[in-house]
């Protein structure tokens, strides 16, 4: 059964940091690249951070650049999304997704919340 579960998300002040973490299970995650999404209310879901299947390369939002750092490790079947610095328009829904070629698997979601 393919899965992918994301954890680490729940409410901070605006400044602080949070570590979301998306642990796969039941497919070929090393061949995967992954991304992180966010869908705030009322907004589309929006691209936040990609990083390539064997981790080489990494793109990310023009929002959240200098901020979040996007990691993973193969072996632990886990990407990461390191958050600093967080505002109040992080606040959101993050989604973690794998994709290859054709196949796209998507996460459950995770609230953030960033707000005093």
């Known amino acids: 059964q393919v899965q992918l579960v994301e954890s680490g998300g729940g409410l901070v002040q605006p400044g602080g940091s949070l570590r979301l973490s998306c642990v796969a299970s039941g497919f070929a995650f090393s061949f995967y690249a992954v991304s992180w999404y966010r869908q705030a209310p009322g907004k589309e879901r929006e691209l936040v951070a990609f990083?390539?299947?064997?981790?080489?390369?990494?793109n990310y939002a023009d929002s959240v650049k200098g901020r979040f750092t996007i990691s993973r490790d193969n072996a632990k079947y886990t990407v990461y999304l390191q958050m600093n610095s967080l505002k109040p328009e992080d606040t959101a829904v993050y989604y973690c997704?794998?994709?290859?070629?054709?196949?796209?698997?998507w996460g459950q979601g995770n609230q953030v919340t960033v707000s005093s």
């Open positions: 990083i390539r299947s064997d981790g080489s390369s990494t």
């Open positions: 997704n794998a994709g290859l070629f054709t196949q796209n698997y």
